[in-house]
Structure formats: C-alpha cells, structure tokens
C-alpha cells in the first residue's frame, strides 16, 4: 500500500519505512517528528473495523487482471448478474477502479447517486438481491476526471469498506483496476482481516495480455491471496450466421490454458468474443439474459457455477 503522505516532500522514504523520519529528505517535513516516533507503523485501525463491518459478507471475491482492455469489468458486472439470478442470494459489486469506473455504465445505473443513511452510504440497486457502490456515483458527469494520488485513493477504498451500509451478503464482488498497484495493495491489506475468498484473473488468448497475467499471479502470490482461476475472454468469435469460429486473438504461445497448465492454476472456462456483449453493456442490460442461448452465455454460466462451487467449498470468514 502507499505509505507517502500527500504533503510529504520529494523523495519521502515512506511511513512505514526504517528511514522514516530520520532521512534528509525528512527535513522540514510537517510529518518529521510523527514518522520518527514510530506511530505510522502500527496497524491501521480501520483493518479491525472493516473486519467488523464485512462480518456479515459471507464470500469476497477479487476480479483483476493485468492489463486493461480484456473484459474484467465486463465479467464483474456478469458474474453479479450471474450469482444475483438465485433470489434468494444478496450479490453486491465494488468498483475500486478509482480513475476509470465503468460499472455503473455496465450495470445501467449511469446517473444514479449514492444516498447517505444513519447507518452510513445507500449502495445502489439494480435489483433487489443486487447493489452496487462506484466512485462514478459521487461525480457530477460521466465525464468527469478523478485525478488522485495513491493515498487519495486508498482512503476512498477505505471509505467504501467501512462506511458503505453493504447489509448481510452472500458474494461482494470488487471489480479492480487493471495492474497490481495503490488500488490492489490496499483492497487485500484492508480485507485481511476479514478473509477473502480469492481472486478471478481475466486475460485474453494473446501472449501480450498473458504476460500481464503472470504478473499478476506473482503478486497473488506474494501476498498471500488464493486465485480462483484464470478466464480466457474473447478467446474465439463465432459467426452468429454460418457458426463458423475464428481466432481473433490467436494464442500463438498456447493462450490461458497452456498457461494454466504451466503454473498449476485452474483454467475456469473460455468466453467466446460476442458483440452482442459489448452491446449489452453500453445499454447496461445483462448479456445473460438478452442472449440465454449464445454460446458466450453457456461459457458464462459453466464458469459461475465453478465460482460457486469453490465459495461452497471454502472456509467461510470467522463471524
């Protein structure tokens, strides 16, 4: 997580580091004598009290990838839809993609804003088993730039965990900003405590997307957090009139499943390239059902039933 304060000077060794305080570039700085008394370094509060208030989530599951482009909030959002369509299972999804919210397009709730409770922020409903909480929702126009340093966003992230009224939840789904940086360190340091499920990488067949994947799968596995699969989106286009497939992104390494292979990782299915999804999503309707027979949706619905079954399988967060 980012440890420099935003009015620290240049060449801020960071407050968490041993230098804190004591460096040259130290001098002057109105955190010297805090960083130097060693305070910055215990454990954030808020990690106890977002464990308090996620109590009552049963199942967290990260969506990310590493390079931006291949459908990860495209998945999010379906994934939601997908688990949602079982009324009797409250689904919710956190958009922590600070500096490029889509969700709320996807999700058809563009426009909507978020109310303020006794009990803290209103997420907002797409149906009544499933809500959703985005930046998006706090800025004035769709247009608008976010345009923050780390510490900015890790404290909107901080905000969102504790102070946003989730209620009682089977899945919370967090949509994630491509790559593993501010945005990642901070939604696994501050869900620690409360146990996350595990992490859905998304990629496409193509070996400059699976490059970025590896990447990601290292920093799953530096800090400690356990990786549901990988989905291959867009993996082929089918002609909607002859049925003939096509590989628009050829796997000229082998794609996910080789790769997968390679790093003992499950594969949890491939999502063929439909445009009726991108069309979906620009009018923020579920692809799921506008398409129930597409081939994308078979893919889809096989890959939420494995989500499924690896939540049922895994050890529910201590309440």
């Keep these: 997580m980012a440890d420099v304060p935003t009015d620290a000077p240049q060449h801020c060794p960071g407050t968490q580091s041993e230098q804190a305080g004591k460096s040259s570039a ?34 967290k599951i990260l969506v990310l990838s590493g390079k931006g482009g291949v459908g990860k909030s495209t998945f999010s959002a ?37 109310h303020q409770s006794g009990s803290g922020w209103s997420p907002v409903y797409v149906e009544d088993n499933l809500s959703v909480m985005s930046i998006g929702f706090l800025l004035g126009s769709p247009d608008d730039a976010v345009i923050w340093r780390g510490p900015k966003k890790n404290g909107m992230i901080k905000q969102f965990l504790r102070d946003v009224d989730w209620g009682g939840l089977d899945y919370l789904i967090v949509d994630t900003p491509p790559g593993t940086s501010d945005e990642h360190l901070s ?27 590896r990447k990601e799968i290292t920093f799953c596995r530096k800090v400690n957090l356990p990786i549901i699969g990988v989905v291959e989106n867009m993996s082929i286009f089918i002609c909607p ?55 994308a949706t078979v893919a889809y619905r096989n890959i939420i039933q494995s989500v499924k079954e690896y939540c049922s399988s895994h050890k529910v967060s201590d309440k």
Excluded: W
Excluded at 28 to 47: E, F, M
Excluded at 187 to 208: F, M, N, R
């Design 26 to 59: 130290c001098q002057g700085c109105p955190n010297q004598s805090i960083c130097a008394s060693g305070l910055p370094k215990q454990p954030d509060p808020a990690i106890e009290e977002i464990k308090q208030k996620m109590s009552t989530v049963k199942h």
């Design 187 to 213: 939604i696994v340091q501050y869900l620690s405590a409360a146990q996350i499920d595990g992490a859905v990488i998304i990629t496409t067949p193509q070996e400059v997307s699976l490059q970025d994947v």
């Design 78 to 114: 379906h994934l939601a839809h997908g688990l949602a369509s079982d009324e009797s299972k409250e689904v919710a999804v956190l958009d922590i993609d600070i500096c490029g919210p889509s969700i709320p397009r996807i999700m058809g709730l563009e426009g909507e804003q978020v």
């Design 241 to 295: 009139k002859c049925k003939k497939s096509s590989e628009i992104f050829p796997p000229t390494t082998g794609g996910a499943e080789k790769m997968c292979q390679e790093l003992n990782i499950p594969l949890l299915g491939k999502v063929p390239l439909d445009p009726q999804i991108g069309k979906s999503c620009d009018e923020g309707k579920s692809f799921l059902t506008e398409c129930p027979d597409s081939p």
